[in-house]
């Protein structure tokens, strides 16, 4: 990595594939992204750093998508929310889309292994939400997330997408047909990570806190508690962003939805009518 050549957005994709943000938050505060990455060059005994060639994996990217940084016109303000864990970049597809499908983003979100009833219901949420003119934001997730991107593309709208991954695939992977029609009908993918990186625990915990910060609000349909569903709920909640719930079944599949509404954290939106009111 050539010390004297290297611009922000090089920068920014270095350290963003060898560090999460809250780890360079504080140096970053002080020293622009090309400084702290050669200080982090110099303190790493690895060479792993040294080795990498931001330069590269951004040119190869560039059919598929592109890493848009805090400088960029298009980058979403609302992420400044997220203080140190703010991220250093997004990957994207779409990228020109973002303003417009941030500004009204509503995030629709579940379980995985969603009940008939909650499908059904996200149905109802996703196209009500959509056909308001907001942004129905999801990941690509079995359940009710994929059945709230393809609600609103059947009211013709576009959608926002989060990946656990890197954009060169789909998560899960039988669902590449709905990544690649979401850029295509007018909407966004985006991601934290670089094309390659594969899905893990702490990336599907990072996507869904960056999900909740690029809404406005949340809509939880039905989740078990301690899901993903119920992780984003709870980033909702920490970013002051509205978390609205759909009436919770009495079973345990509705355990999460059901704590967070006794526990006065959730408004309950018994209809979609309800919710675009409080929207």
Known sequence: MPEPTLTERDARAALAAHFTPDQVAADLADCSPAEVCQQRVRQDSSGRLAQYRPRDELDSARLTCRFVIPSDEVWPAALADLGPHCPLGLWVRGGDQ???????AVAVTGNRSATEQALARTHSFATA???ASHTVTATLAYGVDSAAHRAAAQAGRATLAVL???LNRAHPHDHAPLLSAI???GGAVVSLYGPGTAASGATLKASTRLMAALARAVILVE??????ATHAA???IALHRPLLAAPADADVRSGGSA???A???AVLVPDPAAALALL
């Open 98 to 104: 973002l303003p417009r499908l941030t500004a009204r």
């Open 129 to 131: 939400v959509a056909k």
């Open 164 to 166: 656990p991954r890197g």
């Open 183 to 185: 850029p295509a009908s």
């Open 223 to 228: 989740a078990l508690d301690h899901s993903e």
């Open 234 to 236: 709870e980033c909702a």
């Open 259 to 261: 704590r967070l509404l």
């Open 263 to 265: 526990e006065q954290l």
